[in-house]
């Protein structure tokens, strides 16, 4: 059963192996994913310690949920300490490692140490080997992938792998799987580097046994429906996600030149439906894949259709290409989308943090903070598009004096290139913030503001905010399966009640993620997605567990205290332009210029935007500089930490 | 009455293998596609995806191979049937399948082959893209016709466009 | 039995309230209600005067493509300039 994954030690350093099996009051405090991989860390990381070193534990697991039989039980989650941030680490990535992983009777991996010379793991049927890769070390993301299977001689081993950009130690080189599936954020990848650790190969055929085999069918049966009804994810099945930065754009939420504008305008060439095009030419008209299980189908395949690379096959591109390689250098082209994102998934680097950062550079070189001596001669200004494919090769390889400069991050580049680069860094605790501009949307600012990770949006976002849905619905949503009778605002200019919101979704990702499933079968860009009440049925069914709504919130609502704890332990503070609670002065001080004519001129309340933290943090159970109340720890349990239990 | 068999259009499958997982649920109550009748195989560097299952053969070359006569065509529902009672695990029929549908699963110690879930297949079901479909054996060139045919008439009108420019 | 399966979630409930073959005005704080005709390429929003390129995922199925960008650019640009006079 699902239950009896195993939770396997590995020393790198000493080569030693230890398996151990998850209690059940582990459980049922953890459930299991990045909640029970938050807990791990907390309790398995030294305070301090270098995420470079052999100190820095990385957690690789799957869901409870994992490779059964819900929608989507394809994401894999990986944690340690950021190299990018020196918080919290922490990606997830679909694909098809995870159940491969909990068929080989895993769900947790903590690898420790660091190996001397390159070794990938394999991982099979209950047992690990640390295996050579020596010939792996200097391949791509796919080809290391294909030597691997080659290796073993057999096309059904999923590895999780790093490519050069982790090898190089690049701070926000990502882990990847299949063509394009990456745990993008935070730097993982440059963690699998530092360790010597070229690949996780995983192959399994051990039974899952289903609780209610016969109940699990049927109710999955109604549930992909509802999943799949959705417009929001038919939408995705016809034109992925990049149907979410083409309608961003549309009303100017996409942030361009760097910050100085937040719509790309004329950009055909690079709009969803333009992408669809390219994908149906070079493919045909079945060109969308899909994660393990998932009816969704959010994921095009395509042949980058002209350029250097022509012909070539990749999948994609994500809302984040289009954010990296279009929006952000202010480039309108689909031939550097696509190549971008081939080149992205190709080195095995985060394509939303290497985009922020080069058009961060971009400005700084318009502005003359940059000189043409530091790009060594490149003409790096916005919408050069040679330029901007030039600077992800050369920070992939650390080559010249900028490539090896933006590849330790922007707030340590900042430090390097001085001036006044680091106002225009558009970060939050050290990590790029995504493609879009939050200007005219609070709910939107405080989500990136506080997220565990660094600015992202994938952690507490309220997106639904901006569809103005009537109050009563808004009501109905988010006051299950805890009450709450505060304020909530239809407007999505508004700050009242905004706080909430984004506690909510900050516990449904959190639960999301210990499930271990993907976001775009929750509330996150549809109303009619399952959340807190429907998950209790699809847990018992397939694992035997029973769950109330109100009890996965407490599981959710605890690993992000974990987080938080942390966190707060590697020296987060509320204020802190680098590692706190806060956004970029722009943010407060520059109003949008571009976009729907109600767009125009909006711009972040600093007051408002800080009593809306006060407010979050009260919901949260913290003080107002931001640490938990001892109250907020005896409730959620977790007075004791770290407290060891596995 | 008609008999029914699987249709399978293998580049409208997306390759999630969900098909797997309710083949070996619905078989085995657990999830492992090492017991599901249904296996996609993949060229990920492709793109892709094709799912391999029984086809049901008339003539079908495991019940001619099989020395213990475990395999034998139901005249009636039109299905290749495995009698466990009669099968030595020889695993003949697994060599000779031109299609690789048939699978010996190591934790069992069985050979396991497609059975149509009993007329109400679990496959076709859960396929939301109808890479799989469940149709009458009759009506399968008809469908493959079809679809032919309207590749054809819009490669046609196409050019009709280009030459009226 | 420790799930009711009968009852309807909050999210299956919700499902009742999707409208086919409209869309919302792109303008954030309009969000009025647009239904275009069949494969009809531009729509203009009555509330707000914005207009929207319209792209059909099926011949039920429209979605906003993107803004026409001259008419954008000119709202935006007369929306900036009122902020500045004020």
């Given at each position: 059963?699902?239950?009896?994954?195993?939770?396997?030690?590995?020393?790198?350093?000493?080569?030693?192996?230890?398996?151990?099996?998850?209690?059940?009051?582990?459980?049922?405090?953890?459930?299991?994913?990045?909640?029970?991989?938050?807990?791990?860390?907390?309790?398995?990381?030294?305070?301090?310690?270098?995420?470079?070193?052999?100190?820095?534990?990385?957690?690789?697991?799957?869901?409870?949920?994992?490779?059964?039989?819900?929608?989507?039980?394809?994401?894999?989650?990986?944690?340690?300490?950021?190299?990018?941030?020196?918080?919290?680490?922490?990606?997830?990535?679909?694909?098809?490692?995870?159940?491969?992983?909990?068929?080989?009777?895993?769900?947790?991996?903590?690898?420790?140490?660091?190996?001397?010379?390159?070794?990938?793991?394999?991982?099979?049927?209950?047992?690990?080997?640390?295996?050579?890769?020596?010939?792996?070390?200097?391949?791509?993301?796919?080809?290391?992938?294909?030597?691997?299977?080659?290796?073993?001689?057999?096309?059904?081993?999923?590895?999780?792998?790093?490519?050069?950009?982790?090898?190089?130690?690049?701070?926000?080189?990502?882990?990847?799987?299949?063509?394009?599936?990456?745990?993008?954020?935070?730097?993982?990848?440059?963690?699998?580097?530092?360790?010597?650790?070229?690949?996780?190969?995983?192959?399994?055929?051990?039974?899952?046994?289903?609780?209610?085999?016969?109940?699990?069918?049927?109710?999955?049966?109604?549930?992909?429906?509802?999943?799949?009804?959705?417009?929001?994810?038919q939408t995705q099945g016809a034109l992925g996600t990049p149907f979410i930065w083409g309608a961003t754009n549309s009303w100017g939420g996409i942030r361009t030149r760097n910050f100085q504008y937040n719509q790309l305008e004329y950009a055909d060439d690079v709009e969803p439906e333009r992408i669809d095009e390219i994908a149906e030419e070079t493919i045909g008209p079945y060109h969308m894949t899909g994660c393990f299980a998932c009816q969704v189908h959010c994921r095009a395949q395509y042949k980058i259709p002209s350029g250097p690379y022509a012909g070539k096959y990749d999948e994609g591109p994500e809302y984040t290409s289009q954010g990296a390689f279009a929006g952000e250098p202010d480039c309108k082209s689909a031939e550097t989308v696509l190549t971008g994102n081939h080149l992205v998934n190709q080195y095995g680097v985060d394509n939303l943090e290497i985009g922020s950062i080069i058009s961060w550079a971009m400005e700084l070189y318009e502005l003359g903070i940059l000189t043409r001596e530091q790009t060594d001669g490149l003409d790096l200004r916005f919408g050069n598009d040679q330029a901007l494919l030039e600077m992800v090769h050369r920070i992939c390889t650390r080559k010249g004096w900028l490539g090896d400069t933006l590849a330790d991050g922007g707030v340590p580049a900042s430090e390097k290139i001085g001036k006044n680069s680091f106002d225009y860094l558009i970060q939050v605790k050290g990590m790029s913030n995504l493609h879009s501009d939050e200007r005219a949307t609070p709910a939107l600012a405080l989500n990136i503001a506080t997220s565990s990770r660094g600015s992202d949006h994938l952690r507490s976002r309220p997106a639904i905010d901006l569809y103005h849905l009537p109050e009563k619905v808004l009501r109905k949503i988010y006051s299950s399966p805890v009450a709450y009778d505060g304020p909530l605002s239809s407007e999505h200019t508004s700050y009242q009640g905004k706080a909430w919101q984004v506690f909510w979704q900050e516990n449904c990702y959190m639960a999301v993620d210990c499930l271990g499933i993907c976001k775009y079968h929750t509330l996150f860009l549809g109303t009619t997605l399952p959340n807190f009440e429907d998950w209790p049925k699809v847990i018992y069914y397939n694992t035997g567990l029973e769950f109330t709504p109100r009890e996965i919130w407490d599981v959710a609502e605890r690993g992000n205290m974990i987080e938080r704890l942390f966190n707060l332990r590697e020296g987060l503070t509320r204020d802190d332009l680098k590692k706190g609670d806060t956004l970029n002065h722009r943010y407060f001080d520059e109003p949008c210029r571009r976009g729907a004519p109600d767009v125009v001129g909006r711009k972040i309340d600093r007051d408002k935007f800080t009593k809306m933290i006060d407010e979050f943090y009260q919901h949260k159970g913290l003080d107002p500089k931001g640490d938990p109340k001892p109250e907020t720890l005896l409730r959620l349990g977790l007075e004791n930490e770290p407290s060891h239990l596995v | 009455m008609a008999q029914k068999i699987l249709k399978i259009e293998h580049e409208k499958c997306t390759g999630c293998r969900l098909c797997e997982l309710v083949c070996a649920v619905w078989h085995h109550h657990v999830s492992n596609p090492a017991r599901s009748r249904i296996r996609i195989v993949k060229w990920e560097s492709e793109g892709v995806y094709v799912p391999m299952a029984c086809q049901q053969c008339e003539d079908a070359p495991c019940a001619a191979a099989c020395p213990a006569k475990a395999l034998s065509r139901n005249q009636e529902t039109g299905r290749v049937e495995l009698d466990y009672d009669k099968c030595i695990g020889c695993r003949t029929c697994v060599s000779v399948c031109p299609f690789g549908a048939m699978h010996f699963v190591p934790i069992d110690r069985k050979v396991i082959k497609c059975d149509l879930c009993d007329g109400d297949p679990q496959c076709v079901r859960f396929c939301e893209v109808k890479a799989i479909e469940f149709v009458d054996e009759g009506d399968l060139g008809r469908h493959k016709g079809r679809e032919a045919a309207r590749r054809i008439h819009s490669a046609d009108k196409k050019a009709a466009e280009l030459q009226s420019g | 039995m420790p799930v009711d399966d009968k009852k309807q979630s909050t999210a299956e409930d919700l499902r009742k309230t999707r409208t086919y073959g409209k869309f919302r005005c792109h303008n954030p704080s309009c969000m009025g209600r647009l239904q275009p005709e069949a494969l009809q390429q531009q729509v203009k929003c009555p509330e707000c005067g914005m207009e929207f390129r319209v792209h059909w995922i099926r011949p039920d199925f429209p979605r906003i493509r993107g803004p026409v960008w001259e008419v954008n650019r000119k709202l935006a640009d007369e929306a900036f300039l009122k902020l500045e006079e004020k």
């Open positions: 059963m699902a239950l009896n994954r195993k939770i396997a030690y590995i020393d790198l350093t000493s080569g030693k192996i230890e398996i151990k099996s998850i209690p059940l009051e582990v459980r049922r405090k953890f459930i299991g994913g990045r909640g029970l991989d938050a807990y791990l860390l907390y309790n398995h990381a030294k305070k301090g310690c270098d995420p470079l070193g052999p100190d820095n534990p990385l957690i690789i697991s799957g869901g409870i949920l994992t490779a059964t039989l819900a929608s989507a039980t394809a994401r894999t989650h990986i944690m340690a300490k950021s190299p990018l941030t020196g918080l919290l680490g922490s990606s997830n990535m679909g694909g098809f490692f995870a159940p491969e992983l909990a068929w080989a009777g895993f769900h947790h991996l903590v690898i420790r140490g660091q190996a001397e010379k390159p070794v990938y793991l394999f991982v099979h049927d209950g047992e690990i080997e640390i295996r050579d890769a020596q010939d792996l070390w200097g391949q791509t993301t796919t080809e290391t992938q294909w030597s691997i299977r080659e290796e073993l001689a057999d096309e059904e081993v999923k590895s999780l792998v790093i490519g050069p950009a982790g090898e190089n130690l690049v701070r926000f080189a990502n882990v990847m799987t299949g063509i394009k599936n990456s745990g993008g954020r935070t730097g993982m990848g440059c963690v699998l580097g530092s360790k010597n650790l070229k690949a996780v190969a995983v192959r399994g055929s051990q039974d899952i046994q289903i609780a209610h085999p016969v109940e699990a069918l049927e109710y999955n049966k109604r549930f992909i429906d509802q999943i799949t009804s959705s417009k929001v994810n | - | -």
